[in-house]
């Protein structure tokens, strides 16, 4: 039979018995298509959890009868027959230890040694390699030099990738291959528009993990090329994708736009770590996506009870940091607390802090917890596990503290030690904005007259430290920032740059979001200053206009 024929009818059938049929009726068969019969086999009988039907293929006695030819008859065996049936069998679970697949793999090598493979034969083996020796496998090397002095631009995607995965294995210097790789990057360039939602994948899986921070071009067309296989990736696959975004610091509001349509249609069919990742990405790139959050606080309130303690911090704290609360927070904190209460001692120490703390910014109050979490064998088991009681973790103990204080006045359980509060807490997200601090007092100088009537900076003995402080004697006489008696009101002005909001959005940070909030529970008088309000005022009049309306709606008077 011709062999064009017979890939044709290959290809259309859809079972083990029916490929065996059909080769126990030919007569005569090329070594290519043998092999080719063990590889339709392997794809229509090999799924995630292995072979379907071990008994069925392999005691089959086609089945063997191929086996035979190939263990026996490897050295005058055609490349492509001798290589594609060791992927064949490598797919379907050949014990890698068993003769007929040493007499292919010993076969391979040596052809191989004696350069005798093409491209699509070198990857092949290597693809083959991987599976069955993984990365300790030395003659993946031999393979990467060997397509070193092939010309790339002629590699297929399928090969471009094939490469990439045994680069990821093989690098082990900064610099190795590094030339390879550029040729690779320039050229893979050219063909992102070809590549499929796998190979998209696992090429920038693979210029993460090579560390190709220099590959810009490559990285933005294969980010925006992502966009249009969102739907397709499987949960694997976009976990690449997003760790990729996160990795080069990449961002498009097109891929946030899509991942929008996408997350609300299939939450309930994610596997949670995909979902897990998605909200990694929107808290990192401070992504507040309301269709996304929403969707994800669904999916939690149904089946957090299947989650890992990790998965089921990596869905909650964002929306803490993120400063939002869904339509179903009130079945949210619910579903959280019921978890809380039946794993509570399951969730590793630092983890659990972390989960704690990003309810207390969006007013949801673990009190329940909190007895546990101040107790002496917790702060111990913090201090026992990386990174330690470092300052965010107890900024994060203090916050705590500080809020029950504040906010959960019936609170009556152990407290916070004071050798384990900051003196001022850390705020990594929530670092002020010094252009836009030094445009505002400007302003305020022009409104003021002397500088000596506002500070900046000011710490508190309540951890915060005030942007602004302006304080007034009790019938509203502005007074000297430095003095400190007669004062009757404290005005403190949250001067806040782009860097406390959520990307795109004018909704606060949690972190600066709390702060707000306790300074005017402290007794401060809290007066906002966005940067969004201010950023078109043109002049230091036009400023201080509207500080004065800001600070001062009704009227002011200078103390002299």
């Not at 349509?261 to 929107?282: A, D, E, G, L, N």
Request: some cysteine.
């Amino acid at each position: 039979m011709d062999e064009q024929v017979f890939f044709k009818k290959l290809n259309s059938l859809c079972t083990s018995t029916e490929v065996f049929d059909f080769v126990s009726s030919l007569e005569v068969m090329s070594d290519t298509m043998a092999s080719g019969a063990l590889q339709r086999i392997s794809e229509v009988e090999v799924d995630d959890s292995g072979l379907k039907n071990p008994e069925g293929v392999l005691e089959n006695e086609v089945f063997r009868a191929l086996c035979f030819q190939f263990e026996f008859k490897s050295s005058k065996l055609s490349n492509s027959g001798l290589l594609n049936a060791l992927q064949a069998l490598t797919k379907l679970r050949i014990d890698p230890q068993s003769t007929l697949m040493a007499s292919l793999l010993s076969e391979g090598e040596e052809r191989l040694g004696k350069g005798q493979l093409t491209v699509k034969n070198l990857c092949a083996l290597g693809e083959s390699l991987l599976e069955l020796e993984g990365p300790s496998c030395a003659t993946l090397e031999q393979i990467v030099n060997h397509m070193q002095e092939k010309d790339i631009e002629k590699w297929s995607p399928r090969e471009m990738v094939m490469v990439y995965k045994m680069l990821q294995v093989t690098v082990r210097e900064g610099e190795q291959y590094q030339d390879l790789l550029n040729r690779m990057n320039s050229v893979t360039l050219t063909i992102v528009s070809q590549l499929s939602p796998k190979f998209t994948s696992v090429i920038l899986n693979s210029l993460v993990v090579l560390h190709q921070t220099r590959a810009v071009p490559l990285v933005t067309a294969l980010c925006k090329h992502s966009v249009k296989h969102i739907p397709y990736f499987t949960g694997d696959e976009l976990v690449n994708v997003l760790e990729a975004f996160l990795y080069f610091g990449h961002r498009e509001q097109i891929f946030t736009e899509a991942l929008e349509t996408h997350v609300p249609k299939s939450v309930f069919t994610m596997h949670p770590q995909t979902v897990s990742k998605v909200m990694q990405y929107c808290c990192r790139k401070m992504i507040l996506s309301k269709p996304i959050f929403d969707a994800v606080a669904e999916g939690f309130i149904s089946d957090a009870d299947r989650f890992t303690t990790d998965q089921i911090a990596e869905y909650i704290i964002p929306f803490g940091t993120l400063n939002y609360l869904p339509p179903s927070a009130s079945s949210l904190f619910r579903k959280l607390e019921t978890v809380l209460h039946t794993r509570f001692s399951h969730f590793k120490p630092h983890t659990l802090l972390n989960l704690l703390h990003s309810c207390i910014l969006i007013q949801h109050y673990p009190v329940n917890f909190l007895p546990k979490i101040f107790s002496p064998y917790f702060l111990q088991q913090l201090q026992a596990q990386p990174p330690g009681l470092d300052r965010i973790v107890t900024s994060r103990l203090t916050q705590l503290f500080l809020t029950v204080v504040l906010e959960c006045p019936f609170y009556e359980g152990p407290k916070l030690l004071r050798k384990y509060q900051v003196k001022a807490f850390l705020t990594p997200h929530s670092s002020l904005d010094v252009h836009l601090l030094k445009r505002v007092k400007t302003g305020l100088l022009y409104l003021l007259k002397k500088r000596i009537y506002f500070a900046s900076e000011v710490s508190t003995p309540y951890f915060y430290t005030v942007d602004i402080e302006i304080k007034l004697d009790e019938e509203g006489f502005v007074l000297p920032a430095a003095q400190c008696e007669e004062v009757h009101r404290r005005i403190a002005l949250c001067v806040d740059g782009q860097n406390r909001f959520c990307v795109n959005s004018h909704n606060l940070l949690g972190e600066e979001a709390i702060k707000q909030r306790h300074l005017q529970l402290l007794g401060y008088e809290v007066v906002q200053i966005p940067f969004f309000e201010i950023e078109s005022l043109q002049n230091c009049r036009k400023m201080a206009e509207y500080l004065h309306k800001k600070i001062f709606p009704h009227t002011y008077e200078l103390s002299c």
